[in-house]
């Protein structure tokens, strides 16, 4: 099967830019996350979806960041105004719950590097 | 929320050596996997392995789930199994996935 899909792999942008990236998951995944993972630590997660509504977003920052998940199959997550303590790996998982198969699985996420 | 401590924070061996790496849970899950980030950043699901115990090839894992801890365990080491190897646990079977801070794995030829 496919993998999850994600763009761009690189995106440099200035401090208070904004940019958006992109999450394409396993075809039939219904649960998808956006993790945020910094140098040197282990991931976050920013915001989960079951098909396409909202599951878990409590570690947001919702006065800059936004993600949708139109129609429960593709997802963007935008940040507007970008800062510099944004600078990390933003990374798309998908799973399959219900079905005892409950690993995740990611995509090679982007790297984000805010200057 | 749920705490994730993993040991050792650093490791080093030689190839062909065995290592056992740790994970330590502060609350009952029914969600427990185990990653390898590779040197290029990307994340590989080993294990879903709430309790019990799995094998796969020369990897194998065991969560004892009474005692909140999970092992992970590398046989016969080679250098592609350098990384870093997280744990990540979740509450419910469907909830999100805590993880920890990762041992960062070095085989040396």
């Known amino acids: 099967e496919a993998g999850v899909a994600q763009s761009p792999r690189y995106k440099i942008i200035e401090k208070r830019q904004s940019v958006a990236f992109w999450c394409n998951p396993i075809s039939g995944h219904a649960t998808l996350y956006w993790y945020q993972q910094i140098l040197g630590q282990g991931p976050k997660l920013l915001i989960q979806?079951?098909?396409?509504?909202?599951?878990?977003d409590s570690q947001l920052p919702k006065d800059r960041f936004s993600a949708e998940r139109l129609k429960g199959v593709d997802s963007t997550l935008k940040i507007q105004p970008a800062k510099l303590e944004d600078s990390a790996v933003y990374l798309c998982?998908?799973?399959?719950?219900?079905?005892?198969?409950?690993?995740?699985?990611f995509g090679s996420g982007t790297r984000l590097t805010v200057v | 929320g749920i705490q994730v401590e993993q040991s050792p924070p650093d490791l080093i061996l030689q190839e062909g050596a065995n290592s056992t790496l740790r994970c330590n849970f502060s609350d009952s899950v029914n969600n427990l996997q185990w990653f390898h980030q590779n040197p290029w950043g990307q994340l590989i699901n080993l294990f879903y392995i709430p309790s019990g115990t799995k094998q796969n090839g020369r990897l194998s894992a065991t969560t004892v789930a009474t005692e909140r801890y999970s092992l992970l365990y590398i046989s016969s080491s080679q250098t592609t199994d350098s990384g870093v190897y997280f744990c990540a646990v979740g509450r419910g079977r469907d909830d999100k996935i805590i993880f920890g801070k990762g041992t960062r794995l070095h085989i040396l030829p």
């Open positions: 998982a998908s799973s399959f719950p219900g079905t005892g198969h409950y690993g995740y699985t």
């Open positions: 979806f079951q098909n396409n509504g909202v599951v878990d």
